[in-house]
């Protein structure tokens, strides 16, 4: 699908003149059916920019449409938000003392009692808490009350799901489940989901599109994929891979030849392997991390770090051949 649904315009929310904050002049666009995650450090204005999207905030500047249709700020309307967009925040916004079921039933009419069994039923199949039905959200886990707010915010025919910081309260074990289910059901429905995180793992597993925010700035709007192999700054780079950073006599000592200020390279671009290239390099620490081993490398003082797939193969103190198969320069 290459309908668009939502359109941000010159979108400006300052929060005090005489410092950086909320968002300046923010444009872009979303497809209908994808998942777009806004990535970036705490305080770059994710969320000030989802709750403008949603009509709970009123920018200083610039505009948001749904479907062509200007979204309207608070001032304008007597309930703050878009009818056709929910909004799942970090606290969930449940009812605790009540039962799942009546927490996900109570968002529908009670015009045809079957009718909102049925669908509230099956909302609660997508969401994989059926067995939780009769429960009450005190005595659900963190994931669990998770899936109760998505399930709620989905059942009145909700066109955008807005998620703010989603997997702040799960763990890492249920984390991957949680968002293969949130990929699965956009997919299913043709459900438009925004959300914000400071985890770029988010945005790599789960977007069609990427923001990355800085200090209220929209740095790069691309595929993950193309964000990660292209990041368009260091900043881009650190926060979703972890980068390198050498300036340029750093890269000089290691015989880097660049007339920019700065290489850039991920861990895993260093080819451990004896080439015409490679440099001889010390291992300074070995981390374990699995079924890998990240290796910090020294040479003529300048540190790296690169990825060894086969754990413990090189020890702390050993010599290794590796050269920088690819980096950028800034």
């Given at each position: 699908?290459?309908?668009q649904?939502?359109?941000?315009?010159?979108?400006?929310?300052?929060?005090?003149?005489?410092?950086?904050?909320?968002?300046r002049?923010?444009?872009?666009?979303?497809?209908?059916?994808?998942?777009?995650?806004?990535i970036?450090?705490?305080?770059s204005?994710?969320?000030?920019?989802?709750?403008?999207?949603?009509?709970l905030?009123?920018?200083?500047?610039?505009?948001?449409?749904?479907?062509?249709?200007?979204?309207?700020?608070?001032?304008?309307?007597?309930?703050?938000?878009?009818?056709?967009?929910?909004?799942?925040?970090?606290?969930?916004s449940?009812?605790?003392?009540?039962k799942?079921?009546?927490?996900?039933?109570?968002?529908?009419?009670?015009?045809?009692?079957?009718?909102?069994?049925a669908?509230?039923?099956?909302?609660?199949?997508?969401?994989?808490?059926t067995?939780l039905?009769?429960?009450?959200?005190?005595?659900?886990?963190?994931?669990?009350?998770?899936?109760?707010a998505?399930?709620?915010?989905?059942?009145?025919?909700?066109?955008?799901?807005?998620l703010?910081?989603p997997?702040?309260?799960?763990?890492?074990?249920?984390?991957?489940?949680?968002?293969?289910?949130?990929k699965?059901?956009?997919?299913?429905?043709?459900?438009?989901?925004?959300?914000?995180?400071?985890?770029?793992?988010?945005?790599?597993?789960?977007?069609?599109q990427?923001?990355?925010?800085?200090?209220?700035?929209?740095?790069?709007n691309?595929?993950?994929?193309?964000?990660?192999?292209?990041?368009?700054s260091?900043y881009?780079?650190?926060?979703?891979?972890?980068?390198?950073?050498?300036?340029?006599?750093?890269?000089?000592?290691?015989?880097?030849?660049?007339?920019?200020?700065?290489?850039?390279f991920?861990?895993?671009?260093?080819e451990?392997?004896?080439?015409?290239?490679?440099?001889?390099?010390?291992?300074?620490?070995?981390?374990?991390?699995?079924?890998?081993?990240?290796?910090?490398?020294?040479?003529?003082?300048?540190?790296?770090?690169?990825?060894?797939?086969?754990?413990?193969?090189?020890?702390?103190?050993?010599?290794?051949?590796?050269?920088?198969?690819?980096?950028?320069?800034?």
């Amino acid at each position: 699908m290459n309908e668009q649904i939502i359109t941000v315009k010159n979108l400006t929310k300052q929060y005090q003149e005489t410092q950086l904050s909320g968002i300046r002049n923010i444009n872009f666009s979303i497809k209908k059916g994808d998942i777009v995650a806004i990535i970036g450090e705490s305080g770059s204005g994710k969320s000030t920019l989802l709750k403008c999207i949603y009509g709970l905030l009123k920018a200083n500047e610039g505009e948001v449409f749904l479907n062509g249709k200007r979204v309207k700020g608070p001032d304008e309307q007597l309930i703050p938000g878009h009818a056709e967009m929910k909004m799942v925040t970090q606290d969930f916004s449940l009812n605790i003392y009540a039962k799942v079921y009546d927490n996900i039933a109570s968002m529908l009419s009670n015009t045809d009692i079957a009718a909102k069994k049925a669908k509230t039923l099956e909302m609660m199949e997508r969401l994989r808490i059926t067995p939780l039905k009769d429960k009450k959200v005190i005595d659900l886990s963190g994931g669990e009350q998770q899936r109760v707010a998505i399930a709620k915010a989905l059942i009145s025919d909700t066109k955008v799901l807005l998620l703010d910081e989603p997997f702040s309260q799960v763990d890492a074990l249920l984390k991957n489940q949680l968002r293969a289910d949130i990929k699965r059901l956009a997919k299913e429905t043709g459900l438009t989901i925004i959300l914000v995180s400071h985890d770029p793992t988010d945005g790599l597993f789960l977007a069609d599109q990427l923001l990355i925010l800085k200090q209220g700035e929209l740095l790069q709007n691309d595929s993950p994929e193309h964000t990660y192999s292209n990041p368009s700054s260091i900043y881009t780079a650190q926060i979703l891979g972890n980068a390198v950073v050498l300036n340029q006599q750093e890269a000089h000592q290691l015989g880097i030849k660049t007339q920019k200020q700065h290489v850039v390279f991920y861990p895993e671009w260093v080819e451990l392997k004896n080439t015409w290239s490679s440099k001889r390099f010390e291992v300074s620490e070995v981390y374990y991390k699995g079924f890998y081993d990240e290796l910090l490398l020294e040479r003529n003082g300048v540190k790296i770090r690169a990825l060894q797939l086969n754990s413990g193969e090189h020890k702390k103190n050993d010599h290794v051949k590796a050269n920088i198969g690819r980096f950028l320069e800034f």
